[in-house]
């Protein structure tokens, strides 16, 4: 459906139900039981939609512009295929991370770009009042309506290095995912380029910076090419 869906819990303390949780530890102080888990809970936030009825990529529910993706804007999502009606026609594997200030990192496979949404539950939509939504920071495009594979060309950029392609071979399962690690530096599998990026992270920003600084399975930021030797991926 090309969303993500947030719950700010999973269910309420046993001897407290007015006590929102997600694991027996949000129970402990004062006791308040076990977190009983309610197994059919409404999300309370979905991104990459306008609401939970929607499930198009970049909103094209009408594939106006098939076969050519919608453009992408900061709210949006293209985790499937548009002419995939179902996850078993094709499918994909994604992982996202959160780092120590609750900024959520989600790979957008189709549209070949890492999202940070800051800290989504801490900055309540002034419309709604329920979240923001709308991305802060965007890796892998100049800007959050670009969305071609390497900014439209085959080989990625050696003097910009800025440009992402995860997903450009939809015919098969791909797989896509970031994370965080202690230092606040942003990995990227970059799927289709065969690497892996490191973007580190900018004291000055607040967050990773636009740039990679160390790239791994290519010996530049050039190079794409698959391979089996230990310092190369496919």
Same mark, same amino acid.
């Given at each position: 459906n090309s969303r993500i869906l947030a719950y700010k819990s999973l269910g309420t303390c046993?001897?407290?139900?007015?006590?929102?949780? *997600?694991?027996? $530890? %949000?129970?402990?102080?004062?006791?308040?039981?076990?977190?009983?888990?309610?197994?059919?809970?409404?999300?309370?936030?979905?991104?990459?939609?306008?609401?939970?009825?929607h499930g198009a990529c970049n909103g094209d529910a009408s594939f106006t512009t098939y076969p050519i993706p919608a453009s992408a804007s900061a709210s949006?999502?293209?985790?499937?295929p548009q002419d995939q009606r179902s996850p078993a026609e094709g499918g994909q594997y994604l992982s996202m991370d959160a780092d120590a200030n609750h900024n959520l990192y989600v790979p957008d496979p189709l549209n070949n770009r890492v999202l940070m949404f800051k800290d989504p539950f801490g900055t309540p939509n002034i419309t *709604?009042?329920? $979240? %923001?939504?709308?991305?802060d920071a965007v890796w892998g495009q100049p800007n959050f309506t670009a969305n071609k594979c390497n900014n439209g060309v085959w080989s990625p950029d050696n003097a910009l290095q800025n440009y992402l392609c995860i997903a450009e071979n939809t015919t098969e399962a791909?797989?896509?995912g970031v994370d965080i690690d202690l230092a606040g530096n942003l990995w990227v599998t970059d799927t289709t380029n065969k690497r892996v990026l490191r973007y580190p992270f900018s004291s000055s920003l607040g967050k990773p910076d636009s740039l990679p600084n160390l790239v791994l399975g290519q010996s530049n930021y050039t190079n794409n090419a698959a391979g089996s030797g230990l310092n190369q991926m496919y």
């Open positions: 046993s001897n407290n139900t007015s006590t929102a949780c *997600t694991d027996d $530890g %949000d129970c402990t102080v004062p006791s308040q039981g076990i977190c009983n888990l309610i197994s059919n809970k409404n999300a309370d936030m979905v991104f990459g939609q306008p609401d939970f009825s949006s999502l293209c985790l499937m *709604t009042g329920v $979240g %923001d939504r709308v991305a791909f797989t896509s």
